[in-house]
């Protein structure tokens, strides 16, 4: 069921002020008084969004056992919504100013009688949708992990911020999004790092390149998760050039390589973006040529190791978004990454710590008087790949 069989894909929300320490009776109660299709009514312009038990598209039997696991709290978030085809709309709103209009002397409808027929419109769509015709149902699996205050949401986009809002309004939950800029802003409040972050700007990467905007973060103000896109270069660089291996802050180190898939685009929006596929796409030419251009990554598939664990995953850069990651946490474990539910919710937490140690040892560089030196090696190493790729196109 959800984050406990099988790959998963998640984003993560950190749960600010008041902290659940363990769940209960009550929580399960929430769940069924914001069920789907508890709403008193429908309207077709407007999705219907509600918990279910997790099982399945339609399972509303919540229960304990099956929802409650210690300090974590699993279900799912369906999301219903009805869309009338334009097409059909349109046919029927002529043939309801057809019929009204039939008896005038000019054979065309009046203002009042277009306006009847719009009504008209309307009611037949909502009776349409309260026959359940015209529906789609998208499914969040969801984890709230009460021990470290975080809701993972298995989704993308519109989805996952629907399903967030209704774990907001449901618990009177506050929610913030973690991304690369608000991981980079926690890092340097702990690290007493503010004002160094607040000078940042995109590091230029390129020898005749001048720092400037990212171009899909689009100007936005005081946006940092450009940092998402170059920590996949700080890693990668790392990975290939600096021993493979990267010392963490609890002690432990983290090792590993790209693979599996790598999407470069250019950030001035010049060159366009690739995506490679691969089963080390770092090491072909197309990835080569893309970096020494001055392409940055947006999205990589992952294999890490650390403690023992193995974690096989692809992280995109700017929302910290995992998807396809493989839970493992034991040599127990199977291929396909399932296990008893306890360790699977361990897997998750150690893949996010993983994952965001890696990301602090990169601010630790970039947010400290170490960058100079890193971003001049980076270069070189770019010069490098630059000319590996003339090299093989000559």
């Known amino acids: 069921m959800g984050f406990l069989a099988g790959r998963i894909s998640f984003e993560r929300y950190r749960i600010e002020g008041k902290k659940t320490r363990m769940f209960g009776a009550e929580h399960l109660e929430t769940l069924e008084r914001y069920s789907i299709g508890r709403a008193e009514s429908i309207s077709p312009d407007e999705p219907q969004v509600g918990f279910i038990a997790g099982d399945h598209v339609l399972d509303l039997n919540f229960r304990l056992e099956k929802n409650v696991l210690n300090d974590v709290l699993q279900c799912g978030v369906r999301i219903d919504t009805h869309k009338v085809p334009a097409a059909l709309r349109k046919a029927w709103l002529q043939m309801e100013l057809e019929a009204l209009g039939a008896d005038n002397a000019s054979g065309r409808p009046t203002k009042a009688q277009r306006q009847e027929a719009k009504e008209a419109l309307e009611a037949r769509c909502l009776d349409e ?34 399903a967030a809002g209704l774990f907001s309004t449901a618990f009177e939950l506050s929610l913030s999004r973690i991304t690369s800029g608000r991981l980079a802003e926690q890092w340097a409040a702990a690290a007493k790092k503010q004002a160094a972050l607040e ?12 720092a400037g905007e990212i171009a899909w973060l689009r100007g936005a103000a005081a946006n940092f ?29 983290a090792t ?106 990169f601010c630790k560089r970039r947010l400290t008087s170490a960058w100079p030196r890193d971003l001049e090696q980076i270069r070189r190493w770019l010069r490098k790949k630059s000319s590996d790729s003339k090299k093989a196109a000559a």
């Open 256 to 361: 590993g390589m790209f693979n599996r898939t790598l999407s470069l685009e250019c950030p001035r929006a010049e060159s366009g973006k690739e995506t490679i596929t691969a089963e080390s796409p770092v090491c072909l030419p197309e990835a080569r040529h893309g970096a020494a251009s001055g392409k940055l990554p947006r999205r990589s598939g992952l294999l890490l190791v650390r403690e023992g664990v193995q974690h096989d995953f692809v992280l995109q850069a700017e929302t910290l978004a995992v998807s396809s990651a493989r839970i493992q946490l034991s040599e127990s474990g199977d291929a396909a990454g399932s296990g008893d539910a306890e360790d699977r919710v361990e897997g998750v937490r150690h893949l996010s710590e993983t994952i965001d140690m890696l990301f602090g040892a």
């Open 225 to 253: 998760d450009f940092l998402g896109n170059e920590f996949l270069l700080w890693l990668w660089w790392s990975l290939e050039e600096q021993a493979g291996v990267i010392p963490l802050a609890d002690g432990t180190e």
């Open 129 to 162: 949708v309260k026959d359940g015709k015209f529906g789609r149902m998208q499914h969040v699996t969801s984890l709230w992990d009460a021990k470290h205050a975080v809701l993972y949401l298995g989704g993308s986009g519109a989805a996952v911020e629907q």
């Open 199 to 210: 000078d940042l700007a995109p590091a230029a990467f390129l020898d005749q390149e001048a």
